[in-house]
C-alpha cells in the first residue's frame, strides 16, 4: 500500500519560513514525479511544485518562484518543500502527491497517489 505522510506545517509569521516533508512508503520515487499542491478554502487545490519523473528539473508556480524549493532524499525516501518568504496568501492545506506521468505537470488529475495535507498558516 502506497502512503504519503507529510509534516511540518505550523503557524508563522509573514516573511518566516517553514519545511515540509513528506515521507513515502510502499513505493519507490525512481520515475516518478513529485508534486506539491495547496488548497485554500473556498478555492480549488493549486499546484505549488514540481520535480520531474526524471529527478532532472524542479518546477514552480509563478506565486512561489524565488521563495519555494522542492528537493528529494531518495534514501529516506522523503520529499521536502522549503518556504521562505512567507506571505499570508500562502495560506492553506498543503499536499505531496506522486505521479506516474512523464515530464512535469502541476495539474492535480495527473498524479496517482496523494498525503492527507498538512495544515500552514502565515499570519501579517
Known amino acids: 500500500e502506497v502512503q504519503l505522510v507529510e509534516s511540518g506545517g505550523g503557524l508563522v509569521q509573514a516573511g518566516g519560513s517553514l519545511r515540509l516533508s513528506c515521507a513515502a512508503s510502499?513505493?519507490?520515487?525512481?520515475?516518478?514525479?513529485v508534486g506539491w499542491f495547496r488548497q485554500a478554502p473556498g478555492k480549488e487545490r493549486e499546484g505549488v511544485s514540481c520535480?520531474?519523473?526524471?529527478?532532472?528539473?524542479?518546477y514552480y508556480s509563478d506565486s512561489v518562484t524565488g521563495r519555494f524549493t522542492i528537493s528529494t532524499d531518495d534514501a529516506k525516501m522523503t520529499v521536502y518543500l522549503q518556504m521562505n518568504s512567507l506571505k499570508p496568501e500562502d495560506t492553506a492545506v498543503y499536499f505531496c502527491?506522486?505521479?506516474?506521468?512523464?515530464?512535469?505537470?502541476?495539474?492535480?488529475?495527473?498524479?496517482?497517489?496523494w498525503g492527507q495535507g498538512t495544515q500552514v498558516t502565515v499570519s501579517s
Open positions: 502527491a506522486v505521479g506516474a506521468f512523464a515530464g512535469w505537470t502541476l495539474r492535480p488529475y495527473d498524479y496517482d497517489f
Open positions: 520535480l520531474s519523473s526524471s529527478h532532472g528539473a524542479t
Open positions: 510502499g513505493l519507490s520515487f525512481d520515475g516518478y514525479g
